[in-house]
């Protein structure tokens, strides 16, 4: 071996030239009403209006709420969320998009009502 090997193997020890690092993580933006069960609630009812009596919108609403918990709140990734709920990893994309643009659609709502008020 030559003397550069030995030194780097005297450096690095029994590590094998691994390096023990911490996951990365991409800081995500949550629109503020994820954070307000009563705005969820909202949602839910507003999305899925006959939720009492129909069984197929309880089960959507049910995915719906555990995938906006999973990610918004816990942290989770969208793969992760996948494996969790056993969910297809487009159909999880799908829901979290979903939630997204709604949390868009209600911040225009009230951006043209401000607007209103102005003028």
Do not use: C, H
């Not at 029994?14 to 949550?30: L, S």
């Not at 994820?34 to 009812?45: E, Y």
């Not at 959507?60 to 056993?86: D, H, K, P, S, W």
């Amino acid at each position: 071996m030559s003397k550069r090997t030995n030194i780097l193997k005297r450096a690095v020890g029994d590590a094998g030239g691994y390096q023990i690092v911490k996951a990365r993580r991409q800081e995500r933006k949550n629109p503020d009403w994820v954070n307000s069960d009563a705005k969820i609630k909202g949602f839910i009812t507003r999305a899925f209006p006959n939720l009492d009596t129909d069984s197929y919108q309880a089960e959507v609403a049910g995915r719906l709420v555990r995938v906006l918990y999973l990610y918004f709140r816990i942290g989770y990734t969208n793969t992760q969320i996948a494996e969790e709920t056993g969910l297809k990893l487009v159909k999880v994309d799908s829901i979290i998009r979903r939630i997204r643009n709604f949390g868009l659609k209600v911040r225009r709502r009230r951006k043209t009502a401000v607007k209103k008020e102005a003028s």
